[in-house]
């Protein structure tokens, strides 16, 4: 079981910390993907990390903003989402990859976990 929290409501330029616990498994040996999922659209990759050597990716839209991050010993991913925008606001889903060491993909498919999400509102 995966279980986000951190979500909120901020106001654009803002920043927010998310995070990934896993609960029942080891998240040491998983990939991490944060994925999000605005109304009316599909869900979409944001930032991956692979397990063991970190490697991480970046949708380009978050770039120099957002930097994910994982503390194996608590068994939780982070996502730091900074300078935040109305086009942020989304639910954000993290997802689980087993065995994923080198890199790390938004394939959704190859996730084999998933959270329930939790909600991120950008707005003055």
């Known amino acids: 079981q995966l279980v986000e929290s951190g979500g909120g409501l901020v106001q654009p330029g803002g920043s927010l910390r998310l995070a990934c616990v896993a609960r029942?498994?080891?998240?040491?040996?998983?990939?991490v993907g944060w994925f999000r999922q605005a109304p009316g659209k599909e869900r979409e990759g944001v930032s991956c990390?692979?397990?063991?050597?970190?490697?991480?990716n970046y949708t380009d839209s978050v770039k120099g903003r957002f930097t994910i991050s994982r503390d194996d010993a608590k068994n939780t991913v982070y996502l730091q989402m900074s300078n935040l925008k109305p086009a942020d606001t989304a639910v954000y889903y993290c997802?689980?990859?087993?065995?994923?060491?080198?890199?790390?993909?938004?394939?959704?498919?190859?996730?084999?976990?998933w959270g329930q999400g939790t909600q991120v509102t950008v707005s003055s």
């Open positions: 990390i692979s397990s063991k050597l970190g490697v991480t």
């Open positions: 997802a689980a990859e087993r065995d994923r060491i080198r890199s790390c993909s938004f394939y959704k498919p190859d996730y084999d976990y």
């Open positions: 029942g498994f080891i998240l040491d040996y998983y990939a």
